[in-house]
């Protein structure tokens, strides 16, 4: 409470009206003024170039789950296992179907060749020999479907076994074993971490800012800069909301990023002649800031002074914080502003007892 009450002293006294007695050593920090590009965040949404929803494509009962939910795969690897009950007595038949074809268009070859040889000496009329040339035909033609559907018979055996279609991480499972599937039903979701996007919807102003991408950067969850890999500015603007999409593609080497998270797009303002304009800007550590209620504020530091000033701030990123009035460049401020309190309260204590 003593605390509170000496803060809220320091507040209410004037800027230029400080202890001048000893106080103890502080760690001080100078405010530095910096050139920054006149730019705007936009927030985006990531989400993988290559992602791949997996649905069951045969009816069955699953039978064996390999994977979970963050499992990096690789292509070709078997994820999900399906019964095959059903589709291999389909190849079964299938087969049988095919044996009775062959066996049919022996025949029928025979039966060709014995009334071809029989025109041949005129012992037959011709007409015999076109039959057995359609019987022929047409056994062919039915050996020909029986092996089509053996193809067919045997693709939906392998539907019973769900690979990973390229190197990626399961990021969704939909199933369990014992769950009973149809044609259509998904299982799994794999997406490739390499290959993310961010999709941002931007006013068509800024179609001349962005240019061709060269000045614009992605704004990653801890406060670094990245420039795209690519830059894709869609070519139609929505007709109702008068806006564009601007699509960035993130290097490959971008870690602590995943499909579905915001990150923002740093896009210079243009300004009336089409060019970007740079702003001087003060930005210091978020720490160093002093806040309680609605007040911020920091501690400047003087040569044997403490003084508690209100500030008011920018955008915040990367730990630190823009500084729109309040401060200049070149002053001393506290890192710790708890540890400047305490020093401002030790110097206050120390000058009433100089003055008793």
Same mark, same amino acid.
């Given at each position: 409470? =003593?605390? /509170? ?32 590009? !006149?730019? &705007? $965040? ?19 009962? %699953? ?21 095959? %009950? ?5 190849? !079964?038949?299938? $087969? ?14 025979? /039966? ?7 025109? #041949?000496?005129?012992?037959?009329? &011709? ?47 939909? $199933? ?21 996007? %961010? ?15 060269? !000045?614009?950067?992605?704004? =990653? ?78 501690? %400047? ?6 003084? =508690? ?21 070149? #002053? ?25």
């Amino acid at each position: 409470m =003593l605390a /509170a009450v000496l803060t809220l002293a320091a507040c209410g006294s004037a800027p230029d009206e400080p202890a001048r007695r000893a106080r103890p050593a502080l760690e001080t920090l100078t405010v530095e003024s910096s050139v920054a590009s !006149n730019a &705007r $965040v936009w927030d985006g949404v990531v989400s993988a170039e290559r992602e791949s929803l997996l649905s069951s494509q045969t009816a069955g009962r %699953v039978t064996d789950v390999a994977v979970d939910i963050g499992d990096r795969v690789t292509r070709g690897q078997s994820l999900l296992s399906i019964s095959a %009950v059903e589709q291999q007595a389909g190849v !079964n038949a299938a $087969v049988a179907q095919v044996k009775a074809a062959d066996a049919a268009l022996a025949e029928a070859e025979l /039966a060709f060749k014995r009334a071809a040889e029989l025109v #041949e000496r005129g012992l037959v009329a &011709r007409a015999q020999l076109d039959q057995a040339t359609a019987a022929r035909d047409s056994s062919r033609a039915a050996r020909d479907a029986a092996r089509a559907q053996l193809a067919q018979a045997r693709q939906q055996t392998g539907y019973t076994d769900v690979v990973a279609p390229f190197d990626g991480v399961v990021s969704l499972r939909q $199933v369990m074993p014992g769950e009973a599937v149809a044609p259509g039903s998904p299982l799994l979701t794999v997406v490739d971490p390499a290959s993310l996007r %961010v999709d941002a919807t931007l006013p068509q102003g800024l179609a001349d800012a962005i240019g061709d991408g060269g !000045n614009v950067r992605v704004v =990653l969850p801890d406060g670094s800069e990245r420039a795209p890999a690519r830059l894709i500015t869609y070519p139609v603007a929505d007709a109702r909301s008068h806006s564009i999409t601007v699509r960035a593609l993130l290097p490959a080497d971008v870690a602590g990023v995943m499909p579905g998270q915001v990150l923002g797009l740093r896009i210079p303002e243009a300004t009336n002649a089409g060019t970007t304009a740079d702003t001087t800007t003060i930005r210091i550590p978020d720490s160093a800031v002093y806040r309680r209620g609605e007040l911020t504020a920091v501690y %400047v530091v003087g040569k044997d002074t403490i003084a =508690l000033r209100q500030l008011r701030l920018g955008a915040a990123s990367g730990g630190q914080v823009d500084v729109l009035s309040g401060l200049r460049a070149g #002053e001393q401020i506290a890192g710790d502003p708890l540890a400047a309190m305490t020093a401002l309260k030790a110097q206050r204590q120390a000058s009433e007892q100089s003055h008793d």
